[in-house]
């Protein structure tokens, strides 16, 4: 309330008018809201932050088996005639956009 208190204190010493004063008290009010959602936000923040720790510190053992079944299925994957088909599928994707960004090689 740093920021509130020292428009508080610059603006007693000015006197306005009743429309004046109503502007000042809404940009107050609008201040004041703002401080409260900030502070509501970062609660929610906090209380997400602390439930997913500790969702993801419960289900670990279950995460770490999940992660190490799709690394070996994947080291499988690469090793295998998968590797061989993903590089003649590129190569032959490369030749042929190489082909159609030259149209004047192909009809010539």
Known sequence: MNQLEAVIEKE????????????????????????QESKKFIRKLCLILFLAVGTLSLLFSQISEIAND????????I??????TVVFSYGL????????????????
Request: zero cysteines.
């Open 12 to 35: 007693k010493g000015i006197s306005y008018s009743q429309r004046d004063k109503d502007l000042f008290s809404s940009h107050i009010l609008i201040l004041i809201h703002q401080e």
């Open 79 to 84: 090793t295998g005639d998968i590797l061989t």
């Open 70 to 77: 799709f690394t070996v299925g994947l080291s499988d994957a």
């Open 93 to 108: 994707l490369f030749a042929l956009l190489a082909l159609l960004k030259k149209p004047d090689f192909i009809f010539s």
